[in-house]
């Protein structure tokens, strides 16, 4: 910016803008709403190579915002939509006492950042140029950054490795597993541990009265990109919503802060 001009609308270019592949404390990955500016991080071409890479995480803000991992024009991983405390697929985001976890999503940007609390403490997100998002903090007795957190993990981690009406999980063999109410609809394919096709109703919704819903507790909510967003509804009304459009299939709660899971 000019030398002489301390507003900071002035400023023509910030580092902080720009993360590459790094994502340090404070900076803001995300989309300004007004200008259209978005910050993302972007992968090596090769641990020896700084030019652009073909991996990247950026927010994706249709439905309710989370953020996505692409290779190139395919998506790899998500982190689920944010719920009031951390994103939905990521439980390592837990409340610490050095470090806070922010996402705003307003009429002016949606974006997320963190923030370190504690004196010599540091911590920084880093997308690696094979496509793994690593989160690192500084250990001060050994002088060495340790890995806290990478992303994808394991066969749950990848982006629609299961179809509809079935949930993934790394501690059941085979880890594609029906909704209760839902059986394969590939039996075949799902025996061979291939749970694409996904899962069907045993017994088809009437629509007239009498349906119901079945509570899936500590889930990464599907990706929301096609599905409708109101923060302002309460979940009894979103019920009462969804109850009366036979299209709808299912609510969540946005924002667990009350208590909500």
Same mark, same amino acid.
């Given at each position: 910016?000019?030398?002489?001009?301390?507003n900071p609308?002035?400023?023509?270019?910030?580092?902080?803008?720009?993360?590459?592949?790094?994502?340090? +404390?404070?900076?803001?990955l995300?989309?300004?709403?007004?200008t259209?500016?978005?910050?993302?991080?972007?992968?090596?071409?090769s641990?020896?190579? +700084?030019?652009s890479?073909?991996?990247?995480?950026k927010i994706?803000?249709r439905?309710? +915002?989370?953020?996505?991992?692409?290779?190139?024009?395919?998506?790899l991983?998500?982190s689920?939509?944010?719920?009031?405390?951390?994103f939905?697929g990521?439980?390592?985001?837990?409340?610490?006492?050095y470090?806070?976890?922010?996402?705003?999503?307003?009429?002016?940007?949606?974006t997320?950042?963190?923030?370190?609390?504690?004196?010599?403490?540091y911590?920084?997100?880093?997308?690696s140029?094979?496509?793994?998002?690593?989160?690192?903090?500084w250990?001060?007795t050994?002088q060495?950054?340790?890995l806290?957190w990478?992303?994808?993990?394991?066969?749950c981690?990848?982006?629609?490795?299961r179809?509809?009406?079935?949930?993934c999980d790394s501690?059941?063999s085979?880890? $594609?597993?029906?909704?209760?109410?839902?059986?394969?609809r590939? +039996?075949?394919?799902?025996?061979?541990?291939d749970?694409?096709d996904?899962?069907?109703?045993?017994?088809?919704?009437?629509?007239?009265?009498?349906?119901?819903?079945?509570q899936?507790k500590k889930?990464?909510l599907?990706?929301t990109t096609?599905s409708?967003?109101?923060?302002?509804?309460?979940?009894k009304? $979103?019920?009462q919503?969804?109850?009366?459009?036979?299209?709808?299939?299912?609510?969540?709660?946005?924002?667990i802060?009350?208590?909500?899971?």
């Amino acid at each position: 910016r000019d030398s002489d001009n301390d507003n900071p609308d002035g400023v023509l270019w910030q580092s902080f803008d720009f993360p590459t592949d790094t994502l340090l +404390p404070e900076m803001k990955l995300g989309w300004d709403v007004k200008t259209g500016f978005n910050r993302f991080i972007r992968s090596w071409k090769s641990l020896d190579d +700084p030019s652009s890479g073909d991996f990247f995480f950026k927010i994706e803000t249709r439905g309710f +915002p989370e953020i996505f991992l692409w290779n190139r024009d395919s998506r790899l991983y998500r982190s689920g939509p944010w719920n009031g405390i951390r994103f939905s697929g990521v439980p390592e985001m837990q409340p610490f006492d050095y470090m806070v976890f922010n996402f705003t999503a307003s009429k002016e940007e949606v974006t997320y950042s963190f923030r370190v609390t504690k004196k010599n403490y540091y911590s920084r997100l880093s997308l690696s140029s094979s496509g793994l998002l690593q989160r690192f903090t500084w250990i001060e007795t050994v002088q060495n950054w340790n890995l806290f957190w990478y992303a994808p993990k394991d066969q749950c981690d990848e982006y629609k490795e299961r179809g509809v009406y079935s949930y993934c999980d790394s501690n059941t063999s085979p880890v $594609c597993n029906c909704i209760k109410g839902f059986t394969p609809r590939n +039996p075949q394919a799902w025996g061979l541990r291939d749970g694409s096709d996904g899962c069907v109703r045993k017994t088809q919704l009437s629509c007239e009265g009498g349906d119901g819903f079945v509570q899936l507790k500590k889930m990464k909510l599907p990706d929301t990109t096609a599905s409708s967003v109101d923060r302002g509804t309460g979940v009894k009304e $979103c019920e009462q919503k969804c109850l009366r459009d036979c299209n709808c299939t299912a609510f969540a709660n946005t924002d667990i802060r009350g208590g909500g899971s």
